[in-house]
């Protein structure tokens, strides 16, 4: 059964009451609840997590090798800061979304620039927590084109 590791970074554990004029009043829960019911329809395996550490995010993906057939990975503002992330993700080899809530392209422009587009398939962002459904569903589709 394919396997997908929804991975999220720092501060996304506040989702819900963090900024909710940028990222909404939906919490983290409510986005696994949706990451699991679009698992469920697509019949895929998902395992979602969440960590404020750098090192737990690396140790998580080091461990998706031979576990999960691809990563979503909303990395929050390691995105852009984080070369270890990025050697991380090309290390392992496994096909990887890049996810943000929010457009990162529309605000400052530090968030523009992104070490894990570098090494990911593709870019989901600004469609809030419908990215994640979205994201699961390009992934699927993606690895069924090329397993
Ligand atoms: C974010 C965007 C990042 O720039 C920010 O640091 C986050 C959240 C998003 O989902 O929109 O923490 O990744």
Redesign the pocket.
């Known amino acids: 059964m394919t396997s997908i590791l929804i991975l999220n970074?720092?501060?996304?554990n506040l989702l819900g009451s963090?900024q909710p004029e940028?990222?909404g009043v939906t919490t983290l829960a409510e986005v696994e609840s949706l990451c699991r019911a679009t698992a469920g329809e697509l019949g895929v395996a998902l395992e979602f997590e969440q960590s404020n550490h750098e090192g737990v995010l690396i140790d998580l993906i080091h461990g998706a090798k031979g576990v999960h057939d691809g990563i979503v990975l909303?990395?929050?503002?390691?995105?852009?800061s984080s070369i270890a992330l990025m050697d991380a993700i090309a290390s392992v080899e496994i096909p990887t979304i890049e996810?943000?809530?929010?457009?990162?392209h529309a605000?400052?422009p530090?968030?523009h620039r992104s070490y894990i587009s570098k090494v990911a398939i593709g870019l989901i962002?600004?469609f809030g927590p419908a990215?994640y459904p979205l994201a699961i569903r390009a992934m699927v589709e993606k690895l069924e084109v090329s397993p």
């Open positions: 970074g720092p501060n996304l963090r940028v990222y909303n990395a929050g503002a390691y995105t852009h996810l943000h809530l929010s457009n990162v605000r400052e530090f968030r962002c600004g990215g």
